[in-house]
């Protein structure tokens, strides 16, 4: 019998790319709004609890919503979710998050395009802190399980407010799908990675 995945977020994005990376060898578990909508999640329905996963990626996010709404979609209501499941998880648990969630990055800056230092705006302070608390999430629930846990930044790529970027999500997915392929995955449970592998600081 073919073994799961389970990933949220999967009816377009990243999501479908991983999707449709897995689907040849996994059974894909997709969870998005019509499965089960997580702003007015309230408790994870059994048949999420019976099934076995090789992989749960805990990937879906809201573009709709601000505040408290953003951060039950993005971070609050999917780890409960992800708690409820995580004694049914084979190889691994991973949070794609965000560098918009990153703090030395964030504390520290980054570099424009015209080589100045740049700062993340307040704008969207509400989806960099739903993404921070990912983070944080993954990082707790390593300690906690004997499989790896890993946040993962995924970088910029197309998506539906963004078409026009030359990456697009398949871009990110296949490199995310190696990473999780490679037999020392244990190294990186715990740590924030990007979609490359390379280690990031928190
Ligand atoms: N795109 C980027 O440049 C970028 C950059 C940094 C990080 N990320 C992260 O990468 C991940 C994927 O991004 P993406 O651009 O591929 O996302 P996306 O295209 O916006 O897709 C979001 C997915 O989440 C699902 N979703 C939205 N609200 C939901 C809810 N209330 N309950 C359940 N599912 C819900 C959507 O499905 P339905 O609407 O069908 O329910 C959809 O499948 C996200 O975690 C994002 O934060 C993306």
């Excluded at 709004?33 to 999420?48: G, Q």
């Excluded at 990055?105 to 704008?123: A, L």
Aim: hydrophobic letters at 35%; a positive charge; charged letters at 20%.
């Amino acid at each position: 019998m073919r073994s799961n995945v389970l990933i949220t977020g999967h009816t377009r994005g990243l999501g479908e790319a991983l999707a449709n990376l897995y689907k040849s060898t996994h059974n894909i578990i997709g969870v998005s709004t019509s499965e089960i909508d997580f702003l007015t999640f309230s408790k994870t329905p059994k048949f999420y609890l019976n099934n076995i996963y090789d992989y749960v990626i805990i990937n879906a996010r809201s573009k709709k919503h601000q505040w408290a709404d953003l951060m039950n979609i993005n971070c609050v209501n999917q780890v409960r979710f992800a708690l409820d499941i995580k004694n049914n998880i084979n190889k691994a648990l991973v949070f794609i998050t965000s560098r918009a969630g990153n703090f030395t990055r964030t504390y520290r800056g980054f570099k424009g395009p015209d080589g100045s230092r740049m700062f993340p705006g307040t704008n969207q302070i509400d989806y960099s802190m739903s993404k921070a608390a990912l983070t944080y999430a993954a990082v707790c629930i390593s300690r906690h399980v004997s499989y790896p846990v890993i946040a993962i930044d995924p970088g910029n790529f197309a998506n539906q407010s963004n078409p026009e970027r030359d990456t697009k999500p398949v871009d990110i997915a296949i490199p995310i799908k190696k990473l999780l392929d490679k037999s020392d995955l244990k190294k990186y449970s715990g740590r924030l990675v990007r979609y490359t592998g390379e280690f990031l600081v928190w």
